[in-house]
């Protein structure tokens, strides 16, 4: 049996080859194009996509098999041909629906390319099997197999690299996706040369060469191949069409967006050129400046500026040019004169990659500033009433303190001379009397060098224990003969001696201790000091002190700690200025700590307060050798 050969067409190979370029391209773009699209425009997307695509391959594969000439006469069976043509357009599909999807999996990649491989593979052997010719056709297995493989190949990494090329989130440029077209346009003739080269053709009986002319199925499926192509042309150009409406139609939403924020801004937004020529204005400007657009336009905007502030723009705007944004505060004067503030921001638009205008975005800041600068007079007014209020609290305390202590001093004297017993009473209140004004005067002095910030802290090492001890010295009369029980604790964990102001912190005791004495009538006083955090040398202690006495209501204790504030009936029973916790706070605070209150009527009233201290360590101690 005799095997028959033929011969290639060197025109329809170049045709073929060229075919398969332009349909590898035309699927790329459909890709591409289907990723902006969503719902039914990119499932009719899909469709017209495939059709090209696999249509344009169909071309390749029956050009090629037109470009092998046989010395037989063939013939080509319908049914074999429209399904081989249907074959290409349902494995584009396949791959443009996996390439497409928000989310693919490697086992989903897989599967696409598998089912495009065997579309494409099976086009060419369908393709193969419609011819009629005076002879058997068989395969050679290995070269079979090899074809499926590389189809299967070409098809697997479209998909991956679409989908990598998707993650990037940048459109390809044209020529990145021709020589893709020509990788994967290479492919598809690869695929269809190893199932050429895998064909043997073994003719039947005695056969006569015949020198071929054009048939007529030849001319009908060249009419095919004609008509296939001129529908992937229209189905392109359509694409094309669509694609070029569709970014008029954005160009023109996305005008109309501009105009409308660029009229409707209730700020005034001006467009320069390169050179600083004034281009356009919103109508805002006309009500800013008082000026009509063509006052302005075509004029440098810097001649309604002072010359400092011209200056000024005229550096912020080439930092714009150069694309930096730029915020910067300037002074026009109104078309009636008046003077008007703009905080201005100069933004460089950007196209192409390069600066095509300047944008100005100007708010008018007159009222603000007239605002603050009414507010910073205002502040700088209270303060000075407040400085001159301490400094006359400050005088009037001293004088009066100096004829009070000659006073104090001589009811002292007045006690140790011959007195009735009516008459030592009577020397008695005025003593009482100057000791509680002269505590008011006190209070006073160290709450004006507090407000005017020029109370200090005394650091040096003193014992806790004294400290406590020598305060409450101070109430033991007072507690005995109201038979109150008062209980102090500290810590084993404190140190002998700390480093802090003694004398502060001894102020801030008595008025505390002094509160619980005064406002408890029976039960008693407990006070603890512990140390609750230590970092290497330094301290916070903390200090509580709790009575028994009758309470205070829940509605008084966020305004406890303000200056001059009491309430109704211990104002009226127990007398005093109010100063006391509003000092206490403040020393605690100057000592790095804070102060809160815990209180119920009838159920007696917690203070607790911390403030920061140092371990003291004696280093001039002599260490023995």
């Not at 050009?63 to 037989?72: N, S, T, W």
């Not at 007696?604 to 280093?619: C, P, S």
Request: proline content about 3%.
């Amino acid at each position: 049996m005799e095997y028959l050969h033929g011969t290639y067409s060197l025109p329809l190979v170049l045709l073929s080859v060229s075919i398969a370029f332009f349909s590898s391209y035309c699927a790329l773009y459909v890709n591409e194009r289907l990723l902006t699209m969503k719902g039914r425009s990119r499932a009719v997307g899909m469709g017209l996509g495939a059709v090209a695509a696999g249509l344009g391959i169909w071309s390749m594969h029956f050009v090629g098999m037109l470009a092998y000439r046989l010395p037989v006469e063939v013939h080509y069976d319908t049914t074999y041909l429209i399904l081989s043509m249907l074959l290409p357009v349902a494995g584009v599909w396949a791959a443009l629906w996996v390439m497409t999807r928000s989310a693919v999996s490697g086992l989903q990649s897989l599967a696409g390319g598998l089912f495009t491989g065997l579309a494409i593979a099976g086009m060419h052997y369908t393709g193969m099997a419609a011819l009629r010719l005076p002879a058997v056709l068989s395969y050679e297995p290995y070269l079979v197999v090899l074809s499926f493989l590389l189809a299967f190949a070409l098809s697997f990494n479209a998909i991956r690299l679409s989908l990598l090329h998707r993650r990037k989130r940048s459109p390809s440029s044209p020529w990145r996706k021709a020589g893709a077209a020509v990788v994967f346009g290479t492919a598809i003739v690869g695929v269809h040369n190893l199932g050429m080269l895998a064909a043997q053709f073994k003719a039947q009986g005695q056969v006569d060469v015949v020198h071929r002319a054009v048939r007529i199925d030849e001319m009908l499926l060249a009419s095919w191949l004609g008509a296939a192509a001129l529908l992937i042309v229209a189905i392109v150009a359509v694409s094309q069409h669509m694609d070029g409406r569709f970014a008029l139609r954005v160009a023109h939403l996305n005008k109309q967006r501009y105009d409308s924020i660029f009229e409707h801004n209730p700020d005034m937004v001006c467009m320069f050129d390169l050179n600083g020529r004034l281009l356009r204005t919103n109508p805002a400007a006309e009500r800013v400046t008082g000026y009509e657009s063509g006052a302005y336009l075509g004029r440098p905007f810097t001649q309604f500026l002072s010359r400092r502030d011209s200056l000024k723009i005229r550096s912020c705007f080439a930092r714009a040019l150069q694309g930096t944004p730029q915020t910067v505060e300037c002074t026009i004067r109104h078309r009636s004169g008046q003077e008007i503030i703009l905080s201005t921001t100069i933004v460089p638009m950007i196209a192409d990659g390069k600066i095509a205008d300047i944008y100005t975005i100007s708010k008018d800041i007159t009222e603000q500033k007239r605002t603050e600068k009414q507010l910073l007079q205002a502040k700088l007014e209270a303060e000075r009433v407040a400085r001159i209020k301490s400094e006359f609290l400050a005088f009037m305390s001293h004088e009066i303190r100096n004829p009070l202590n000659g006073v104090i001093g001589m009811s002292e004297l007045l006690q140790e001379t011959a007195l009735s017993a009516e008459q030592r009473e009577y020397v008695k209140i005025i003593a009482k009397s100057g000791m509680g004004l002269l505590t008011v005067i006190q209070n006073i002095l160290d709450f004006t060098k507090m407000e005017s910030g020029k109370m200090t802290l005394n650091q040096a090492p003193f014992s806790l224990q004294v400290t406590l001890e020598e305060t409450l010295q101070l109430f033991l009369r007072q507690c005995q003969q109201q038979e109150l029980d008062v209980r102090w604790q500290l810590d084993q964990a404190l140190p002998a001696l700390v480093v802090g102001d003694e004398g502060r912190l001894k102020q801030v005791l008595l008025n505390l201790i002094g509160n619980a004495v005064k406002f408890t009538e029976k039960g008693g006083i407990d006070i603890h000091i512990r140390q609750k955090k230590r970092e290497g040398d330094r301290l916070q202690l903390e200090f509580t002190v709790r009575d028994t006495g009758i309470g205070i209501a829940e509605t008084n204790l966020p305004h406890l700690f303000q200056p001059f504030y009491q309430t109704e009936n211990t104002a009226r029973k127990h007398g005093g200025t109010g100063l006391g916790l509003a000092i206490s706070r403040r020393l605690v605070e100057l000592m790095g700590g804070t102060i809160a209150v815990e209180s119920k009527i009838g159920e007696g009233t917690k203070v607790i307060f911390t403030i920061q201290a140092r371990v003291y360590e004696d280093r001039t101690a002599v260490v023995p050798l």
